[in-house]
């Protein structure tokens, strides 16, 4: 399996992240990018798509926001990393803003995904690395694996958040459907990949199954919800103490939905954070379920291109990886 990474991703170092009221260390830190490259081996390094591709699933304003939110944030005098703190929930409309902090709220939704002084970059070529990997699967490559940090479900057309800058999964979709593929995209993070769904929703070309923890107890609270039905989506909420017992069947489910979708190319968002001794999930997968999820996803058929999501239980993050891309 092609695997593919690069080493610019680094550049995405956060502090901290703001919720529950306090500040804690960044979950999303580089310690996931050593446990996960000890896992894989060899890697391949993308090839610059410039921002055509990104301009597909992301509007001009956000990806102009995104590449100078830090420097505007130095700009105003401020030190660290770029935070929001206030939001337009109730009656957005477009406005002419220029304060970064009105930026800042109006380009995010919450306050654990800080901008910080190589964000940017890290975004940018977690994007290309997304498209090299799809890229391989087009020409041929039967599964390829895309090592995207910082990850991308939770990314919507003109918002961050859930550590999430640019849509990877999204922005690989659109790359395969502009070569005239018919893309389904599975979604087996913990948590909803709501950024993916708002991109993707409604449209008839392209399918989307999630399943995930029920937003009614979990992050992103505000997606991903049952009830959720476009045509194209289905979300499998599932609560919190799930094991593989319970798991399989949901995974069957979503699997037969996709099969009827006709897809001919899979785009699979895989966290690890479904792992039982995830820090902020509550799911109880064994490292030895990853690799029975892989090859029930991997017996649809489909050429299948793999984006990394979550997964912050550092200690086992690179054989959960490992394990899952082996069941391919």
């Given amino acids: 399996m092609r695997c593919f990474w690069d080493e610019r991703q680094r550049a995405h170092r956060p502090a901290g992240e703001f919720f529950n009221g306090a500040m804690h260390p960044a979950a999303e830190h580089a310690g996931r990018v050593e446990a996960i490259l000890q896992a894989i081996g060899r890697t391949e390094t993308p090839a610059d798509q410039g921002m055509e591709p990104l301009l597909r699933v992301h509007s001009a304003d956000y990806l102009d926001f995104l590449r100078t939110a830090h420097q505007q944030w130095r700009a105003a005098g401020r030190e660290g990393d770029a935070y929001p703190y206030t939001f337009p929930v109730v009656g957005r409309r477009p406005l002419k803003l220029s304060r970064v902090d009105a930026l800042l709220g109006q380009y995010s939704f919450d306050t654990s995904t800080p901008v910080a002084e190589g964000t940017w970059e890290a975004a940018y070529w977690?994007?290309?690395?997304?498209l090299a990997a799809v890229d391989a699967v087009l020409?041929?490559?039967r599964t390829a694996f895309s090592f995207c940090r910082p990850p991308g479900?939770?990314?919507?057309?003109?918002?961050?958040?859930?550590?999430?800058?640019?849509?990877?999964?999204a922005i690989?979709?659109?790359?395969?459907?502009?070569?005239?593929?018919?893309?389904?995209?599975?979604?087996?993070?913990?948590?909803?990949?709501?950024g993916t769904?708002?991109?993707v929703g409604g449209r008839a070309e392209i399918a989307f199954a999630s399943i995930h923890a029920d937003p009614s107890t979990d992050y992103p609270f505000f997606w991903g919800?049952?009830?959720?039905?476009?045509?194209n989506i289905l979300n499998l909420p599932l609560p919190r103490g799930t094991d593989w017992s319970a798991y399989e069947p949901a995974l069957a489910r979503a699997l037969d939905w996709i099969a009827k979708h006709e897809a001919d190319l899979l785009i699979v968002s895989y966290g690890a954070d479904t792992f039982e001794g995830d820090p902020i999930s509550h799911f109880r997968l064994k490292t030895s379920d990853y690799a029975p999820m892989a090859g029930?996803?991997?017996?649809?058929?489909?050429?299948?291109?793999?984006v990394m999501e979550g997964g912050?239980?550092?200690?086992?993050l690179g054989a959960n990886v490992g394990e899952f891309l082996s069941g391919f």
């Fill in 197 to 199: 769904q708002d991109v």
């Fill in 126 to 130: 977690s994007a290309q690395t997304a």
């Fill in 139 to 141: 020409e041929g490559e």
């Fill in 172 to 194: 690989a979709a659109e790359q395969a459907m502009a070569a005239g593929r018919r893309v389904a995209i599975l979604d087996v993070d913990y948590h909803h990949g709501n």
């Fill in 296 to 306: 029930l996803i991997a017996s649809l058929g489909l050429p299948t291109m793999i």
């Fill in 153 to 169: 479900h939770h990314a919507g057309a003109d918002y961050l958040g859930g550590y999430s800058y640019l849509s990877n999964a």
């Fill in 225 to 231: 919800h049952a009830d959720e039905r476009q045509g």
């Fill in 312 to 316: 912050y239980a550092v200690h086992a």
